[in-house]
Every structure is written in C-alpha cells, then in structure tokens.
C-alpha cells in the first residue's frame, strides 16, 4: 500500500539529535485526511485516490463538493488531491477511509511535493544566479543585465526568434515543485505532526503533499527496510 497523505507547511524549527547535533526541520502538520474518490481502471481508464484535507465551511462550498465529499461520509474538504496509485493497492483504500500522521511511523524517507513561493518578476541574476557584468570604469550601466541575447536565436544562431529554454529574465517561483527522499526525523500521532529534514516547498501553512518515496538506492534503501521492519 503506497503511503499518500496532504499535510500542511506550518513552519521550521530546530531538533537536537542525542548527540546534541542541532538539525533544521520542517514541521507537517498531517490533518485528518479523507478518501473521496476511488478511481480504477474499468470505470475511469486509471487508477487512483482522491484524497480530501482541512475543513471548509459548507456556505462557502458550491453543491457539487458538498455533493462529492458527501458521499464519501465527510463534509466539504478545502483542498482535494489525487495520487496514481498501482491498480492492486486500490484494496488497501476504502470511500471515507481516515488517514492520519501514524501512517509515516515505519517511513524514513518520504516525497513533499507542493507550489513553490511565487517571487513575481526576477531579472536574470536573481533568477538564474547570473554573476552580472564587471562593475568597474567604462561597463555601461548595464552591471545586473544579462548581456546579449541576439546570437542566441536558434539552434544555429540566425534566426527570427530566440531559442527556447533561453535562461532570461522573468516570472520566478509558483510552480510545482517535489523534494525526494526527505528523512522522517519524528512522527507525533498524538498532535499529527511528522518532521523532515531540511526545507519544503511553498509558504507557512500552505498545504503539501506527502508520499511514500519513489526513489531510493543503497543506503537509503536499507535504512527504510530497516526501519520498516
């Protein structure tokens, strides 16, 4: 059964391992999420779960959600989420099924994917870490620009338009962004509240998603056999 859940960003704070090593973590805090949908291959051509987390007041809900979220025993969910699941876990999953932070007690590593921070418009130093023209006696007032571009406007250098994938200034952040094989540091059950290692995409109290990781090689791999018992 692949571990799936959506948690909600609250923030990092600082853990002390008993050696005493300081380690910065991010704090998840995992609500009661609630199986809404379950999609399989002989109805919808795939398979998948819908998951539904955090609470919405039914007047603020349009019919259609009170609707889809009814019949799976719940109330109106702020966000839905659907993950692909193998179509032989589908009957690990049940319509209504309570899913909580006790699901990641056996997880060492875990997925978090969620939109990152949204930065508006960034010229290309910011955006792409550019080093900027010289700042010294005769550079033109141009130390931040990112140079010429015109040389650049197809795979063969002519050409009426610039090559695509051309690193440029522009809109930064606010895209969807998964950070793999993040350690499981502490799961609270009491609190539903899991702590990873390291950062987390997207700002304080935005939700997340949680996922059982698709990707783990030597070390890691034996760390979560181990600890999964």
Same mark, same amino acid.
């Given at each position: 059964?692949? *571990?799936? #859940?959506? !948690?909600?960003?609250?923030?990092?704070?600082?853990?002390?391992?008993?050696?005493? &090593?300081?380690?910065?973590? $991010?704090?998840?805090?995992?609500?009661?999420?609630?199986?809404?949908?379950?999609? $399989?291959? @002989?109805?919808?051509?795939?398979?998948?779960?819908?998951?539904?987390? =955090?609470?919405?007041?039914? *007047?603020?809900?349009?019919?259609?959600?009170?609707?889809?979220?009814? +019949?799976?025993?719940?109330? /109106?969910?702020?966000?839905?989420?659907?993950? *692909?699941?193998?179509?032989?876990?589908?009957?690990?999953?049940?319509?209504?099924?309570?899913?909580?932070?006790?699901?990641?007690?056996?997880?060492?590593?875990?997925?978090?994917? #969620? $939109?990152?921070?949204?930065?508006?418009?960034?010229?290309?130093?910011?955006?792409?870490?550019?080093?900027?023209?010289?700042?010294?006696?005769?550079?033109?007032?141009?130390?931040?620009?990112?140079?010429?571009?015109? !040389?650049? +406007?197809?795979?063969?250098? $002519? =050409? /009426?338009?610039?090559?695509? =994938?051309?690193?440029?200034? !522009?809109?930064?952040?606010?895209?969807?962004?998964? &950070?793999?094989?993040?350690? %499981? &540091?502490?799961?609270?059950?009491?609190?539903?509240? %899991?702590? &990873?290692?390291?950062? %987390?995409?997207?700002?304080?109290?935005?939700?997340?998603?949680?996922?059982? /990781?698709?990707?783990?090689?030597?070390?890691?791999?034996?760390?979560?056999? @181990?600890?999964?018992?």
């Amino acid at each position: 059964m692949g *571990r799936l #859940a959506i !948690g909600r960003k609250l923030g990092m704070t600082r853990w002390y391992t008993e050696d005493g &090593v300081s380690m910065p973590v $991010t704090v998840l805090e995992v609500e009661k999420c609630v199986v809404t949908q379950i999609k $399989t291959p @002989e109805k919808d051509g795939y398979a998948a779960i819908q998951i539904g987390a =955090g609470e919405k007041k039914p *007047r603020r809900a349009t019919f259609s959600q009170i609707g889809h979220d009814g +019949a799976a025993g719940t109330g /109106p969910k702020a966000v839905h989420r659907e993950f *692909r699941v193998d179509p032989s876990d589908l009957e690990s999953y049940e319509l209504g099924q309570e899913i909580g932070a006790e699901l990641f007690e056996t997880m060492a590593f875990v997925d978090v994917a #969620a $939109t990152s921070k949204g930065k508006g418009f960034q010229g290309g130093m910011k955006r792409h870490n550019f080093r900027g023209q010289e700042a010294s006696h005769g550079v033109e007032r141009k130390h931040r620009s990112a140079g010429s571009i015109g !040389g650049h +406007a197809t795979n063969l250098g $002519t =050409g /009426p338009k610039i090559k695509k =994938g051309k690193r440029m200034a !522009g809109h930064m952040g606010d895209v969807r962004t998964t &950070v793999r094989s993040l350690d %499981v &540091v502490s799961v609270d059950t009491d609190k539903g509240l %899991v702590l &990873v290692k390291g950062s %987390v995409p997207g700002a304080n109290k935005g939700f997340v998603e949680i996922r059982e /990781p698709s990707r783990l090689y030597g070390p890691k791999a034996r760390k979560q056999a @181990e600890k999964a018992g």
